[in-house]
């Protein structure tokens, strides 16, 4: 039986500034963008999310919502800064880290003899190290495998723990809200309200078989799920698989010229994030994601295998952008381009081919 622990810091950019400024603490407090502009909100505090405001938000209805809302812009480096700290104080627990943001990371602890081999008390000792050294409160999940250590670490959010001991999975996971799940959007929620689900003991009612045939692949983990089984391990190297960038939009737009117009600040951000990677890595497909008003999403990829220097084409990402668009013709939310990544410079050739 594993050991997982799942660590989130509790309202990250906003627990740095008030840390940084402590007279934040006690006042709403959002980071994000100029409320008197195109701004959104990356996160808020707790005070804040008490009124209504939360991330994505734009930062002009927040303030309707919270008239006495106080923004701060982000500072990424301070942000980076608390980030490798935290690292620092996971490697003193394990070596067996996967990063999931600059806020969150599993840990596997089954094999370390930290803490008398408890995974409750390491789980404590790295939230004391956390708020004694980072200066921020965490949450932390503590379960046999990653899915419920996730879902435990948002229990008893902010500075919480939660234990899900492996004779409580049954019980724990029968109660679940299916939109706990992983991947389980507002999308797949409602089909399976339809369904008649809610819970994790209903879609347990539903065979493996039934769940793939209407969700495809996804069914089949739909299935494990539902009954709190998931083998994945916690993976110390963690390939980039994808590199994406998107936008969600502060008023809906419809025509391709106001897409174009989103394309380039996209496509230049893109850019920017592409630095990251290494000179062996390949571009294996360029996409496109479009979220519709009603919340519909579309994505359209097309295959390059190329190396890095020959995926930059801002006019393809515009014509990709409005084949999807084309799709349904309706108003877009959200916008979002991205690039899926190989790890040899092989297949150089151009397949140009176009799939859903
Ligand atoms: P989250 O872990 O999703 O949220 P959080 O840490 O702010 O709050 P919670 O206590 O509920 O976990 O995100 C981590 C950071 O990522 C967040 O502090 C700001 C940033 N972020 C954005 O910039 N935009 C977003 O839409 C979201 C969700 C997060």
Known sequence: ????????????????????????????????????????????????????????????????????????????????????????????????????????????????????????????????????????????????????????????????????????????????????????????????????IETCEDLSTFSEHELTQRFGKYGRRLSELARGIDERVVSVERVRKSLSTETTLENNIQSTEELDKICKDQYTELLKRAEKLKPDQSISARYVKLKFSDFTQTTMEEALHVGLESWQDEAAFSKLLKTAWERKSAPVRLVGLGLRIGNTKKDKHQLDLFTN
């Open 1 to 196: 039986m594993r050991k997982i622990i799942h660590i989130d810091a509790d309202a990250f950019y906003a627990s740095v500034e008030e840390r940084d400024n402590p007279s934040l603490k006690h006042v709403p407090l959002a980071v994000g963008g100029n409320p008197s502009g195109r701004g959104v909100v990356a996160t808020c505090n707790y005070i804040a999310r008490s009124f209504g405001v939360h991330s994505a938000m734009p930062s002009s209805h927040a303030l309707r919502l919270c008239p006495d809302l106080n923004f701060v812009k982000p500072r990424f480096g301070a942000y980076r800064a608390a980030s490798q700290q935290m690292h620092e104080i996971f490697k003193r627990y394990t070596r067996v880290i996967e990063p999931l943001s600059l806020d969150e990371a599993y840990l596997d602890v089954s094999n370390t003899m930290h803490c008398k081999g408890s995974a409750t008390l390491t789980a404590q000792s790295i939230q004391r190290d956390i708020i004694q050294e980072v200066g921020i409160s965490v949450s932390a999940g503590v379960a046999p495998n990653k899915f419920l250590a996730k879902v435990a670490s948002d229990w008893k959010k902010p500075a919480g723990l939660f234990v899900i001991h492996p004779k409580d999975i049954d019980s724990f996971v029968r109660l679940l809200p299916v939109k706990k799940i992983n991947g389980v959007g507002k999308v797949t929620e409602q089909k399976l309200k339809e369904m008649g």
